[in-house]
């Protein structure tokens, strides 16, 4: 069980936040979705380091070094998803919370490109995008929780609270399954308030 405080401030997961119909429940809609109607890894604040850029050095365990043009040296990420620790980059992938699938599934097939643009560089929220172990990204793909969760069982009621924040900060809903699926796997996580901005 979790508790929820409402939408002005933030909200629970499972139970409260999917139960009581905060994240609204619609069939999902794939139809049209490409991922490049999602605008990703841009430069918005012109500083050289685009979004991928940016994620890995706000996600840092040991900071790297950055130098001209935004390339990283040295550095340590942590991958909660499969309880991992990289010292290469190349072996991390930023990921989507919620997938651009999912999201165009979900509500986001009705934004305009400037909103799909924002969703995919949120940086306004550091759960939207997390860095994570490539293969683990991989295996995720376009699922949601009632198909995929991270291997790592200690990290699981961490992934369900920030699945349905990044949902509720975007004002995107869940399907029969999905909501099922949060609601019976919240069950099993500790009592938690999240807190979130809406974006839209």
Same mark, same amino acid.
């Given at each position: 069980m979790v508790n929820g405080i409402g939408r002005s401030g933030g909200s629970g997961y499972g139970d409260s936040?999917?139960?009581? @119909?905060r994240v609204p429940v619609e069939d999902e809609d794939r139809a049209g979705y490409e991922r490049d109607l999602f605008p990703?890894? %841009?430069?918005?604040d012109r500083d050289g380091c685009n979004?991928?850029?940016? %994620?890995?050095?706000?996600?840092a365990t040991t900071p790297p070094? %950055?130098?001209?043009?935004? @390339?990283?040296?040295g550095g340590e990420w942590y991958s909660y998803y499969d309880d991992a620790t990289w010292t290469e980059q190349t072996d991390l992938d930023i990921d989507h919370m919620v997938p651009l699938a999912e999201a165009w599934d979900s509500g986001a097939s009705a934004w305009a490109t400037a909103q799909r643009r924002a969703y995919a560089n949120d940086l306004g929220d550091e759960r939207s995008l997390v860095a994570v172990t490539d293969n683990e990204n991989q @295996?995720?793909?376009d699922q949601d929780p009632a198909t995929w969760m991270p291997p790592y069982k200690p990290a699981r009621c961490t992934y369900l609270?920030?699945? %349905?924040?990044?949902?509720?900060?975007w004002q995107l809903t869940v399907d029969t399954a999905e909501k099922e699926a949060l609601t019976t796997l919240a069950?099993?996580?500790?009592d938690v308030t999240i807190t979130y901005t809406p974006a839209m």
């Open positions: 936040a999917v139960g009581r @119909s990703h890894w %841009v430069d918005d979004t991928r850029k940016e %994620v890995l050095i706000a996600e070094q %950055v130098g001209a043009r935004c @390339s990283l040296v @295996s995720k793909a609270g920030e699945w %349905v924040t990044v949902k509720l900060r069950e099993g996580c500790p």
